[in-house]
């Protein structure tokens, strides 16, 4: 046990340092990780690592199949659909048919001395769907296994197939060289069928055989296999997530949510579709555990929102809830398992987005769906730690103000800044001030005021230890008179900024002089008086709004990108359910701005990559112009890989 223990810390050690972008290591790893699950019987957490080992490109079906590190999961229905989806059946430890050609020396055949005995063995179909039957526009597999019992090499092995019911609409290859097999060794054969759309309803019956290059084979081995026009529902969980309608972690009494995504993949409807949650001791619903989806088409997509608590003296890890999807006439039935730490983060539970997927694999099923933006997911996993950096995060969506409209995505930003500086950067949590809807006394108590600037900020940074994080959404406004920039807190009246804001002059002057080792500002925020939404300022025009000089626009050990400039409008990306800003700066995180593929982020390399995507996008999206700003020295690191 203790052997297995280590061996689970090392293998998710290095899952955790290989980024995502990686795939073929990341689905290798994946892969191994699952095998080690298995071995210590955590049969649920091994198939999930196991499904993302597959759709991150795992190949090697073969090795899968026979990959006795599983043997444990045989009989568990979940690890039997997930392989059916790839075309494949598990057959180590089991008795599976086989096509066995014995190579046998012999003086009766010249040159080579070999003759060939072979004997026929059952055939097995495999469709996409696994209800037995192929259907329009879907694949299906004929496999069999052929071992060379004897002590030669079977040369130039080849499969020769015929359809003798002449069925119409059928893609197979009459001919799969297989190549020489030597002796002892194994070759598992899969035949790939599929269905064109000209497909008739009826039953092919396919005849194989297979043969080596001295013509010698099996006795024809046949396999009938129904085919249906008949257009099946697949549906699936396309996306999860663990939230709360006000973030925070996940606690032992404290209502969380299970937020589902369910699509049908398939290309007939799904009727009746019924979802029910089974519950571990000690963990009960907060509202309905049975869903009634009613009829989904193809293409369609249902969230569920699961709301559940546990007991305040529940004492687990983790929490393991089942989700059981089934049709009302029973003739289909999928459960999966979804898993939550105890402490791990939630998202709020307001952000639903749109996946934006160019190339889906049948252009009659509409693009699918996500819970989260995909800069919320696939967060860089770097193994930094910088216990001395400081962050300040502030979103500001609601305001008090009526006549002041709501900054619908700044929560977003602001809780994902927060992940990327924990999770990515490797700040402590306890040294992010992480602020949603500050006030004006907010702001003075962090930044301190134009008179007095050691506030708290100032006093939590260690002199040049520290590297300091500042990051704002919201609302950002000019005073009329002098034309000078303030933020906009929730209690401040716009058009009396100068004495209820907070002034952008003040902000980066106070910064100046707080003794840190780096720092870096990340404002998405506009200082016209406009909105997305409209403006803040009634009857008022636009104002260009004038800055002064700071010294930390110019400190080479300071980088600062603000959203945009001068009478600009800061765009939202609803379909990201982010500032347009904020979400392509989140993703220069990711890697999108590191195109050299090195180790560090610049300066350059992210004003490069926003002042390509942001304007563009600006300006496909709503017709308008934005364009960052930036200020740093172009080769100074602001994210390590």
């Given at each position: ?228 026009t008949a257009k099946s529902p697949v549906l699936e969980v396309v996306d999860h997530h ?389 200020y740093g020295k172009d080769d100074s690191v602001i994210f390590?890989?």
């Open positions: 046990l203790g052997r297995q223990e280590n061996a689970l810390r090392e293998a998710r050690s290095i899952l955790n340092s290989i980024p995502r972008s990686k795939r073929q290591d990341y689905a290798m790893m994946c892969y191994n990780y699952a095998g080690i699950l298995a071995l210590a019987g955590r049969s649920s957490e091994a198939i999930q690592y196991l499904r993302l080992a597959l759709d991150y490109g795992y190949a090697d079906y073969e090795w899968l199949i026979r990959d006795i590190n599983f043997g444990s999961l045989v009989k568990d229905r979940d690890f039997t659909y997930l392989l059916r989806q790839f075309g494949m059946t598990y057959i180590a430890g089991n008795r599976a048919p086989e096509v066995v050609i014995i190579n046998q020396k012999t003086n009766d055949f010249p040159p080579n001395g070999n003759s060939t005995k072979i004997k026929s063995g059952a055939l097995t179909f495999i469709d996409d769907n696994g209800n037995g039957k192929l259907e329009t526009g879907e694949n299906g597999y004929i496999t069999f296994k052929i071992i060379n019992d004897g002590p030669g090499t079977a040369r130039d092995v080849e499969v020769r197939v015929r359809d003798l019911s002449g069925s119409y609409g059928l893609n197979f290859a009459r001919y799969t060289l297989i190549g020489d097999i030597y002796a002892r060794d194994t070759r598992d054969v899969r035949i790939n069928i599929q269905a064109t759309d000209e497909m008739l309803d009826g039953k092919a019956n396919f005849q194989l055989s297979v043969q080596d290059e001295n013509g010698f084979g099996t006795n024809t081995m046949e396999i009938k296999v129904p085919l249906s663990f939230a709360s309608d006000m973030g925070g972690v996940m606690r032992p009494g404290v209502p969380a949510i299970l937020k589902l995504a369910i699509k049908n993949q398939g290309q007939g409807t799904a009727n009746g579709v019924l979802l029910d949650f089974l519950l571990p001791k000690d963990v009960y619903t907060a509202g309905n555990d049975k869903f009634d989806l009613g009829d989904i088409r193809p293409g369609e997509s249902r969230i569920v929102d699961f709301e559940f608590f546990t007991s305040r003296k529940y004492e687990l890890e983790s929490v393991e809830l089942q989700a059981l999807i089934k049709n009302s006439d029973r003739t289909y039935s999928q459960k999966q398992t979804f898993i939550v730490k105890v402490n791990q983060e939630l998202e709020r539970n307001d952000r639903v987005v749109i996946r934006n997927d160019d190339s889906p694999k049948n252009p009659d099923i509409p693009k699918g769906v996500e819970l989260v933006s995909d800069v919320d997911v696939n967060l860089p996993r770097t193994g930094n730690k910088n216990p001395n950096a400081i962050a300040v995060v502030i979103g500001n969506r609601d305001y008090n103000n009526r006549d002041v409209p709501s900054v619908d995505y700044a929560l977003n930003d602001a809780l994902a800044m927060k992940k990327y500086l924990v999770e990515s950067y490797g700040f402590d949590p306890n040294n992010i001030l992480y602020l949603e809807n500050a006030t004006q006394a907010d702001f003075n108590g962090i930044f301190g005021t134009k008179d007095d600037h050691k506030a708290r900020l100032f006093n939590l940074v260690r002199p040049n230890v520290s590297d300091v994080f500042v990051f704002y959404s919201g609302h950002g406004a000019p005073d009329l008179e002098s034309e000078e920039a303030f933020f906009v807190p929730v209690d401040c009246d716009p058009s009396l900024v100068r004495f209820n804001g907070y002034a952008i002059n003040t902000f980066y002057e106070n910064l100046a002089k707080i003794p840190y080792k780096s720092i870096t500002v990340v404002i998405d925020a506009c200082f016209s008086g406009a909105s997305a939404k409209g403006t803040l300022i009634p009857r008022a025009s636009l104002v260009r709004v004038k800055s002064k000089p700071s010294t930390i626009l110019t400190d080479p050990k300071a980088a600062v990108f603000t959203s945009a400039t001068g009478t600009q409008i800061a765009s939202w990306y609803p379909e990201q359910s982010h500032g347009l800003f904020t979400y392509y700066f989140l993703k220069g995180i990711q890697g999108e701005a590191n195109k050299n593929r090195d180790r560090v982020l610049t300066v350059s390399e992210m004003k490069a990559y926003i002042d390509n995507e942001v304007p563009y996008q600006a300006r496909r999206m709503n017709n308008r112009v934005q364009t960052p700003e930036t390590d890989y």
